[in-house]
DNA sequence: CGAGGTGTTGAGATTTGTCAACCTACGTGG
DNA sequence: CCACGTAGGTTGACAAATCTCAACACCTCG
């Protein structure tokens, strides 16, 4: 999502691109070292995307897995209505398509937010290896099982904050993740516009950009267009979750 | 979720467990008959809850998934600060605890709303048939892709409708998923109280209240408590997307 | 019959949305 | 290299939606 683009190794192995994009299916205590190598055989292709392309649109044929190698994306859906509602951001690492396998067809669009580079991941073949390989079974659920819980936890953050703790909880789980992965957790440049980040949110620019200020003005934030420091984030986390004073 | 239990036999197939709870992960060709018969091992055992029970908590230790027979269940989170935010509703037919799976414990907490009847399916039982049998590793999956799917419905909801919206969208999936269960769409029993709906749609239990006033007012609705009938669908729905006048 | 949980309604406070003006950075083309 | 157009971002004043607090009605259950 950021510069420096100098992504932790998964655990102890090197394996070429299981070591990059495949992050999310390494698990731990890992595979063995015959197994990993299987594993490369996941990936088909690479694919590059220039900001505002899309990997895929809404109703396209579900065919593939992808994960992110280098870059960010946004999936969001158009409603009805015509507007644009994001329903989640993604970076290096983190892989995206499982929405497709329950209808066959993509459920949302997939906007890269820069420049991007990742691995596809044909299902047919995810499908045969979860087969052989009890281990890559169970990993696959996991990373599911793990979105449906970050989805419930989007939820409460919908449901139960106010705009001001909706935008710290917004950026303090954007730096955890950064952080994750070997980038400052302090310092990011936001790949989306306040629009993208509003409708994600459920609030308007106009309050998200006020939201900004507020954290401004009270020294916990320092921001310049994209470019955003925590310089508290102990503060930042409390407001967060709902429990200032 | 209602009385008259008729359950819509899925598809031509009569095996006990695998016609009522396991709905689910019966898909539409289905299995063959020998393979069927082996489906019903996945149950382990039954269980029975009264009203306000829970069938698992948050952080307790994930061992199986749950298939709802009769009744239904609310899943809740309860926040730092100590307000309950319902997550989900679900009644017969529906699968529980996939939640589980990524950090082997459960995120949440579920809670029976009437006396329920579930069976039972150890996780380690479906993995393993899950490696023997490809069409179930599929229907697992397609299972847990549709409860992102879900999800990200669910997000839309609360980042794009009102307060009166949303709570027509609400009565309208319930309607909907009764109607797919052979029960009146038209005709409902609210399971949960106006504090659930409140904290599920993201909005404060009077405002439900008034929601359902204004919709009797229209003539779209007929309330009396927990009683709830349909009497404009079309104009339900319309509301309900976010399109209507 | 009384108590407590649940649901409704009203009045006023808060939060968020709306509309409009303006600013700023960035990329394009002259 | 500069000028200018445009998308993105900020801010203000006001409107609208929702929340809060409080009173009361209703039903169920012991």
Redesign the pocket.
């Known amino acids: 999502m950021h510069t420096s683009p100098q992504l932790p190794s998964c655990g102890h192995l090197e394996v070429a691109c299981s070591s990059s994009c495949l992050r999310e299916l390494c698990l731990p205590e890992g595979f063995s070292a015959t197994e990993l190598e299987t594993l490369d055989g996941l990936v088909s292709t690479r694919r590059k995307l220039r900001r505002g392309d899309a990997l895929f649109r809404r109703n396209d044929p579900f065919t593939s897995i992808y994960a992110i190698r280098a870059g960010s994306f946004k999936t969001c859906v158009t409603s009805e209505g015509g507007r644009d509602h994001v329903t989640g951001f993604l970076m290096s690492g983190d892989l995206m398509g499982f929405d497709g396998i329950g209808h066959e067809r993509h459920g949302c669009d997939a906007i890269a937010l820069e420049d991007s580079m990742l691995c596809v991941i044909p299902y047919a073949r995810l499908e045969e290896m979860s087969q052989d390989f009890l281990e890559l079974q169970r990993q696959v659920h996991r990373v599911m099982s793990r979105e449906i819980v970050r989805e419930h936890g989007n939820m409460m953050l919908l449901t139960g ?6 935008l710290a909880a917004f950026l303090w789980n954007l730096a955890q993740r950064l952080g994750a992965r070997g980038f400052s957790s302090s310092s990011l440049i ?1 790949r ?7 409708t994600y949110l ?12 507020k954290l ?1 003005d009270d020294g916990i934030l320092e ?4 470019n955003v420091s925590i310089l508290e984030p102990a503060t930042l986390q409390r407001i967060a979750v709902g429990t200032a004073p």
Do not use: Y
């Not at 921001?223 to 994209?226: A, G, I, K, L, T």
């Open positions: 904050l106010r705009a001001e703790e909706r936001l989306m516009t306040r629009q993208d980040i509003g459920g609030l308007k620019l106009e309050t998200i950009s006020r939201a900004f200020t401004c921001v310049h267009r994209r």
